[in-house]
């Protein structure tokens, strides 16, 4: 008898199992922050200042994306889609907190880990000026250009998905980006003639 009514539980636990399968949610949060913590860490560090900074933000992401967890639909998006407009509401809060306080130009030495996994002590330096010129040329972007190049850049999400996110068309995307990064270069250009380069 006691088999009996541990396979009966056990199978309603895999009916419970399967139903949550089928609607895109994890067993647990802890699931969805294993998967999706690397992207939403990446996206928001394009877009702040310093290692902590992101850090600090992507746990804030994580704690109000398990209070509206109850909220989620995967019929309107996707986990990381979900994740990722939280993220874009917790980053305007940031900077819009940083703009009260003034400047959002990153120093160089707030970009270390950008450039860590670079061998050469002469390589980290360059590829550090050149991360430090583009960061500080993003911020004379308007809100949407940078948007799509921290999905695209920051994130590594797909066209496809950052379409998704936006809600807007594959081709859109593709302008946006496209257009996105000829403003960013005129404007690393503008500001240091002569010393950009491509790659």
């Not at 400047?103 to 707030?110: K, N, P, Q, W, Y």
């Not at 797909?158 to 996110?165: K, L, Q, V």
Request: net charge positive.
């Amino acid at each position: 008898m006691a088999h009996s009514t541990d396979s009966a539980r056990h199978s309603h636990s895999g009916t419970r199992a399967s139903e949550e399968e089928r609607r895109g949610l994890p067993h647990d949060f802890a699931a969805w922050y294993e998967a999706y913590r690397s992207p939403v860490y990446r996206y928001v560090r394009y877009r702040v200042a310093s290692r902590e900074v992101a850090e600090d933000v992507t746990s804030d992401v994580f704690l109000k994306a398990l209070r509206a967890f109850g909220r989620y639909d995967p019929q309107r998006a996707s986990p990381k889609t979900w994740l990722l407009r939280i993220a874009r509401n917790a980053i305007t809060d940031h900077l819009r907190s940083l703009r009260r306080k003034g400047s959002l130009h990153v120093s160089l030495d707030r970009i270390p880990d950008l450039v860590a996994d670079i061998p050469s002590q002469d390589e980290r330096v360059m590829k550090q000026e050149r991360i430090q010129r583009l960061l500080n040329g993003s911020q004379t972007l308007r809100s949407a250009d940078r948007e799509v190049l921290s999905l695209r850049y920051g994130a590594g999400l797909s066209n496809a998905e950052i379409a998704e996110h936006l809600d807007i068309s594959n081709n859109a995307v593709a302008v946006r980006i496209h257009r996105a990064l000829k403003r960013l270069k005129d404007a690393v250009q503008a500001d240091h003639p002569g010393r950009v380069h491509d790659g």
